[in-house]
């Protein structure tokens, strides 16, 4: 549709139709077959006559529901302006991936190019025209159960660098076809940042480091034309981000240039007057209107009260026009009014959805997301000719496809032991639970949570003696044993924030009893955020990260165990040696005190180290590898004349196992007129280095990686001595120096 047909239709527009491209609400509204007058909209306690003027629909996916949707509402609309259809397909529609936070893990773009295009091919023929993704919040804080849904994790360069890549990965070139969809950037703004890791919990810091690390990932997918961002549920400086004006109109519009839609999170409108701030839901309207929220989700704040407001005068109806206008214009991109059903398609459902093509490509990507982070004495790969013993609760469990999954189905997941057994032969398994998951406490309190039935105290004790007997017995048959354990899928994502980090207590005690074999132990791990493995990293000879690997998980788990894949993941957020280091991450200032030969005065802790088990950046493989010779093409950068530094190292593989490695480069400004990290990543590459060869790695420095945010809030260089560091991880390095004059 042409410009002016698209402005004439808002010309056409009543008032209350208007108003309904404002909202948001779920599909069952219209899927569900009783009198939708009853009960749906009484619980939303939105008016009556709005129900089919609403713009959007959440969450309702498969091509025949949205086909469904669209007719029943077409049918009783009076100007035919066809719904639009939004969810969160974060790791995968049917065929799941790894969890972003894993899929991050690999640094390769491409890993986390395919996963997405893979996912939105199968989202947008089920009828997806919105994604509510990718969430590029910057994560430091593990105790913060989101941090699973972050690719770029603690680094403001790799979150930047995700951020693009997954943009144009859901958008594609044209956002109508097949294959491409809307992305939705989340949370504008700083939602990782939530103080003491608790969800929806406040965000205050100075707007230099606001923008210094965590505003650059959300510009970063606005310049590559995203397409609707969502606000955050946090307060950023007192101001709730739904109605921060600052952030939303002076920031996010007039100095980024953002001009497409702003939808609100779940509800968010309306809980700012639980924050304290909107007296009622009428003055939470008029609020996040004027401060540029577009779309009301989910509640009845737009639709009851907007009209009041420009009927009383208060809310200029030019702001409702904008608004709306906005709405439309994504639809037309869209191509909705020419098509409403969008790229929905049955028949195509059949062959796409989990097809073996995409399923293939996902186990191959999914190797590459894994972290190993322990291999004592090379006790992996797994010899073909070892009895395994496959013993935990993760051993023969389909939750291993993380918080957001829900779409997929558990019959189209593999386990561990389903593909153990296509490798070796169902006879030749040696298998045992050896745990529950959780203890009944545990449970119950993601049962509570859930709203569903508990289990009754003690619960566990039934069956804990007779699973730890039995893996005991499997074990001493066994020449090696593969633990699977790790977090309740439902201990990560969304309101699953936690103070422990730790493995729950009744796996660790499985653990340190079949310690008692001195047999070799390979540990797989699950989990949506870093774990502490104080006492338990010792117990076991190998640790390979898994996170929540997705449907083929399992598959992959197994070609990097038996070493037909070479794992190669890095982690994109440290490990804690302790839950009191929170937040920790590399990037930090060094203190008046780091290193200052009088202990009872430094910067420490009298309990730990400052320091965390496992560094942003670590990961081992198979293979081993020397870094030498690191050089400079030139000690001095000219500033302002686009001069360049080449660096170079080079990398010797001296094992007979081909290496993909994560070459990162780092640096440290030595003297700013604000403080400067001890170190920042300015760059990655990862190559492959053949068995037994040598690769020189050469990298540019240019003064734009120099720049921060002053005093002064400038983006700028400053003249002086900086330290370039190129490293497998961001502790291991060699070092040189440079001058920006
Ligand atoms: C709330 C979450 O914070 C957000 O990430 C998600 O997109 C919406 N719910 C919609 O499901």
Same mark, same amino acid.
């Given at each position: 549709?042409?410009?002016?047909?698209?402005?004439?239709?808002? &010309?056409?527009?009543?008032?209350?139709?208007?108003?309904? /491209?404002? +909202?948001?609400?779920?599909? &069952?509204?219209?899927?569900? #077959?009783?009198? +939708?007058?009853?009960?749906?909209?009484?619980?939303?306690?939105?008016? =009556?006559?709005?129900?089919?003027?609403?713009?959007?629909?959440?969450?309702?996916?498969?091509?025949?529901?949205?086909?469904?949707?669209?007719?029943?509402?077409?049918?009783?609309?009076?100007?035919?302006?066809?719904?639009?259809?939004?969810?969160?397909?974060?790791?995968?529609?049917?065929?799941?991936?790894?969890? !972003?936070?894993?899929?991050?893990?690999?640094?390769?773009?491409?890993?986390?190019?395919?996963?997405?295009?893979?996912?939105?091919?199968?989202?947008?023929?089920?009828?997806?025209?919105?994604?509510?993704?990718?969430?590029?919040?910057?994560?430091?804080?593990?105790?913060?159960?989101?941090?699973?849904?972050?690719?770029?994790?603690?680094?403001?360069?790799?979150?930047?660098?995700?951020?693009?890549?997954?943009?144009?990965?859901? /958008?594609?070139?044209?956002?109508?076809? =097949?294959?491409?969809?809307?992305?939705?950037?989340?949370?504008?703004?700083?939602?990782?940042?939530?103080?003491?890791?608790?969800?929806?919990?406040?965000?205050?810091?100075? =707007?230099?480091?606001?923008? /210094?690390?965590?505003?650059?990932?959300?510009?970063?997918?606005?310049?590559?034309?995203?397409?609707?961002?969502?606000?955050?549920?946090?307060?950023?400086?007192?101001?709730?981000?739904?109605?921060?004006?600052?952030?939303?109109?002076?920031?996010?519009?007039?100095?980024?240039?953002?001009?497409?839609?702003?939808?609100?999170?779940?509800?968010?409108?309306?809980?700012?007057?639980?924050?304290?701030?909107?007296?009622?839901?009428?003055?939470?309207?008029?609020?996040?209107?004027? %401060?540029?929220?577009?779309?009301?989700?989910?509640?009845?704040?737009?639709?009851?009260?907007?009209?009041?407001?420009?009927?009383?005068?208060?809310?200029?109806?030019?702001?409702?026009?904008?608004?709306?206008?906005?709405?439309?214009?994504?639809?037309?991109?869209?191509?909705?009014?020419?098509?409403?059903?969008?790229?929905?398609?049955?028949?195509?459902?059949?062959?796409?959805?989990?097809?073996?093509?995409?399923?293939?490509?996902?186990?191959?990507?999914?190797?590459?997301?894994?972290?190993?982070?322990?291999?004592?004495?090379?006790?992996?790969?797994?010899?073909?000719?070892?009895?395994?013993?496959?013993?935990?609760?993760?051993?023969?469990?389909?939750?291993?496809?993380? =918080?957001? @999954?829900?779409?997929?189905?558990?019959?189209?997941?593999?386990?561990?032991?389903?593909?153990?057994?296509?490798?070796?032969?169902?006879?030749?398994?040696?298998?045992?639970?050896?745990?529950?998951?959780?203890?009944?406490?545990?449970?119950?309190?993601?049962?509570?949570?859930?709203?569903?039935?508990?289990?009754?105290?003690?619960? #566990?004790?039934?069956?804990?003696?007779?699973?730890?007997?039995?893996?005991?017995?499997?074990?001493?048959?066994?020449?090696?044993?593969?633990?699977?354990?790790?977090?309740?899928?439902?201990?990560?994502?969304?309101?699953?924030?936690?103070?422990?980090?730790?493995?729950?207590?009744?796996?660790?005690?499985?653990?340190?009893?079949?310690?008692?074999?001195?047999?070799?132990?390979?540990?797989?791990?699950?989990?949506?955020?870093?774990?502490?493995?104080?006492?338990?990293?010792?117990?076991?000879?190998?640790?390979?990260?898994?996170?929540?690997?997705?449907?083929?998980?399992?598959?992959?788990?197994?070609?990097?165990?038996?070493?037909?894949?070479?794992?190669?993941?890095?982690?994109?957020?440290?490990?804690?040696?302790?839950?009191?280091?929170? !937040?920790?991450?590399?990037?930090?200032?060094?203190?008046?005190?780091?290193?200052?030969?009088?202990?009872?005065?430094? @910067?420490?802790?009298?309990?730990?180290?400052?320091?965390?088990?496992?560094?942003?950046?670590?990961?081992?493989?198979?293979?081993?590898?020397?870094?030498?010779?690191?050089?400079?093409?030139?000690?001095?950068?000219?500033?302002?004349?686009?001069?360049?530094?080449?660096?170079?190292?080079?990398?010797?593989?001296?094992?007979?196992?081909?290496?993909?490695?994560?070459?990162?480069?780092?640096? /440290?400004?030595?003297?700013?007129?604000?403080?400067?990290?001890?170190?920042?990543?300015?760059?990655?590459?990862?190559?492959?280095?053949? %068995?037994?060869?040598?690769?020189?790695?050469?990298?540019?420095?240019?003064?734009?990686?120099?720049?921060?945010?002053?005093?002064?809030?400038?983006?700028?260089?400053?003249?002086?001595?900086?330290?370039?560091?190129?490293?497998?991880?961001?502790?291991?390095?060699?070092?040189?120096?440079?001058?920006?004059?």
């Amino acid at each position: 549709m042409i410009k002016s047909k698209l402005v004439n239709l808002l &010309n056409e527009m009543t008032l209350d139709e208007k108003i309904g /491209q404002l +909202v948001q609400i779920s599909g &069952n509204f219209f899927l569900e #077959e009783d009198n +939708v007058q009853t009960g749906p909209i009484s619980n939303l306690g939105m008016c =009556e006559n709005m129900i089919y003027k609403v713009g959007s629909i959440l969450n309702i996916v498969g091509a025949k529901n949205v086909i469904t949707v669209q007719n029943k509402y077409l049918e009783k609309s009076r100007l035919k302006i066809p719904l639009m259809f939004m969810a969160d397909i974060i790791n995968g529609y049917k065929t799941v991936f790894p969890i !972003p936070l894993a899929q991050g893990c690999s640094w390769n773009t491409e890993v986390v190019k395919r996963c997405a295009q893979i996912s939105m091919k199968e989202a947008t023929i089920a009828g997806v025209n919105v994604n509510f993704y990718p969430m590029v919040d910057l994560v430091r804080d593990a105790r913060w159960g989101r941090v699973m849904e972050s690719t770029g994790g603690e680094d403001t360069y790799l979150n930047e660098i995700y951020a693009k890549v997954l943009v144009n990965a859901i /958008q594609g070139d044209d956002i109508s076809q =097949e294959g491409n969809c809307a992305a939705c950037i989340k949370h504008f703004a700083a939602y990782g940042a939530v103080e003491s890791g608790r969800e929806y919990n406040k965000v205050d810091m100075s =707007e230099r480091e606001l923008r /210094q690390y965590y505003m650059s990932a959300y510009k970063a997918g606005i310049e590559e034309k995203a397409k609707m961002i969502m606000t955050s549920f946090n307060i950023v400086d007192g101001i709730p981000a739904t109605i921060n004006k600052w952030l939303l109109r002076e920031i996010l519009r007039a100095e980024y240039g953002f001009d497409g839609v702003v939808i609100s999170d779940y509800s968010a409108i309306q809980e700012t007057i639980a924050h304290g701030i909107s007296i009622d839901k009428k003055d939470a309207a008029l609020r996040a209107i004027n %401060a540029g929220v577009d779309i009301d989700m989910q509640t009845n704040v737009y639709s009851n009260f907007l009209k009041e407001l420009v009927k009383e005068k208060v809310l200029d109806i030019s702001l409702i026009d904008e608004a709306v206008y906005r709405v439309l214009k994504l639809k037309n991109e869209l191509k909705l009014f020419e098509n409403p059903y969008g790229n929905a398609n049955i028949e195509k459902e059949k062959k796409i959805l989990l097809s073996n093509e995409n399923l293939e490509e996902a186990r191959k990507l999914t190797s590459e997301t894994f972290v190993l982070l322990k291999n004592k004495q090379n006790v992996l790969p797994i010899n073909k000719n070892q009895k395994i013993a496959l013993i935990g609760p993760y051993a023969d469990n389909f939750a291993i496809t993380g =918080e957001w @999954s829900m779409f997929s189905e558990r019959e189209n997941i593999v386990t561990i032991k389903q593909a153990l057994e296509e490798r070796i032969g169902k006879e030749n398994i040696l298998y045992a639970k050896g745990s529950n998951m959780l203890t009944t406490k545990e449970m119950n309190y993601i049962l509570k949570a859930d709203g569903k039935e508990l289990l009754k105290n003690g619960e #566990e004790l039934k069956t804990q003696k007779k699973y730890l007997d039995e893996a005991m017995v499997v074990a001493k048959k066994a020449d090696i044993i593969v633990l699977a354990v790790g977090e309740h899928y439902k201990q990560s994502g969304e309101g699953n924030a936690r103070v422990s980090l730790r493995i729950p207590k009744l796996q660790q005690k499985l653990i340190n009893t079949l310690r008692t074999l001195n047999k070799p132990i390979v540990m797989v791990l699950f989990n949506g955020r870093p774990l502490v493995l104080e006492g338990i990293e010792n117990k076991v000879d190998a640790i390979l990260e898994v996170w929540f690997p997705g449907t083929e998980g399992a598959r992959a788990i197994w070609d990097v165990l038996f070493g037909d894949e070479n794992p190669s993941g890095k982690l994109n957020m440290c490990f804690p040696e302790h839950e009191g280091q929170c !937040p920790i991450y590399y990037n930090q200032y060094n203190t008046g005190r780091p290193n200052i030969n009088n202990l009872r005065f430094e @910067s420490r802790y009298q309990d730990a180290s400052i320091y965390p088990k496992y560094p942003f950046g670590f990961g081992l493989s198979y293979s081993k590898l020397e870094y030498r010779d690191l050089k400079l093409s030139s000690t001095i950068l000219h500033k302002g004349k686009n001069d360049k530094i080449t660096v170079s190292v080079t990398i010797e593989n001296c094992s007979n196992v081909d290496a993909k490695e994560t070459v990162q480069l780092y640096i /440290q400004d030595l003297f700013g007129s604000v403080v400067r990290p001890i170190k920042e990543l300015k760059a990655f590459k990862k190559v492959l280095i053949k %068995a037994k060869g040598k690769t020189k790695i050469e990298f540019e420095i240019t003064e734009e990686m120099l720049k921060f945010w002053n005093r002064d809030l400038q983006y700028i260089s400053e003249e002086g001595e900086f330290k370039v560091y190129i490293g497998c991880n961001c502790r291991d390095c060699l070092e040189g120096k440079f001058e920006l004059i």
